[in-house]
């Protein structure tokens, strides 16, 4: 799944498209929303490596998404303004756990009328079934890794994974 989102960030940023990370960071100190109480501020704990945008993946040119507390990036965040400032309307959306934190998130995209696509090699969950469901739940807004970098760049290309 690395490798596919890193072939992908790389092809959209050689292509001059932004790339957004909205990293979920609780502060145990400051816990805010649902999540943060219910798992007592120790998932996605702040200054832990679960908290971290993963090795590879940032670049300074990227925008971060501030405020996140929820599953869905939209909710109590700033990416909707980020989205609108950068005047982005297509997604693809990579990341996990595809059932909660990507699709809910795609779904509330959705809803604001933004072209979303889930790109399936680039999301990742417990199991494949699980998978599998979410995936076929974003037909006909589904495409590979490849599928994603050719409709980004305009052209075929030879994946290198």
């Known amino acids: 799944m690395l490798d596919h989102i890193r072939q992908l960030v790389r092809a959209a940023r050689d292509h001059g498209a932004p790339i957004i990370h909205a990293p979920l960071v609780i502060d145990p100190a400051n816990k805010q929303g649902w999540l943060a109480h219910l798992t007592f501020g120790k998932v996605f704990t702040r200054g ?8 590879g993946l940032f670049e300074t040119v990227d925008k971060v ?3 996140r507390i929820a599953f869905d990036a939209f909710v109590a965040s700033d990416f909707e303004e980020l989205l609108r400032a ?3 309307e297509r997604l693809y959306f990579c990341g996990i756990t595809t059932e909660f934190c ?3 998130t795609m779904r509330s995209a959705m809803r604001l009328g933004l072209k979303s696509t889930l790109v399936s090699d680039c999301t990742a969950t417990r199991n494949r079934r699980i998978q599998r469901r979410v995936e076929r739940s974003f037909e006909p807004n589904l495409l590979s890794s490849r599928e994603a970098i050719e409709q980004i760049t305009g ?3 030879e994946t290198s994974y």
């Not at 832990?48 to 090795?55: D, G, I, K, L």
């Open 86 to 88: 950068g005047d982005i």
């Open 102 to 104: 990507v699709a809910m």
């Open 155 to 157: 052209r075929s290309v």
């Open 48 to 55: 832990t490596v679960r908290a971290e945008v993963t090795p």
């Open 65 to 67: 998404v501030r405020g």
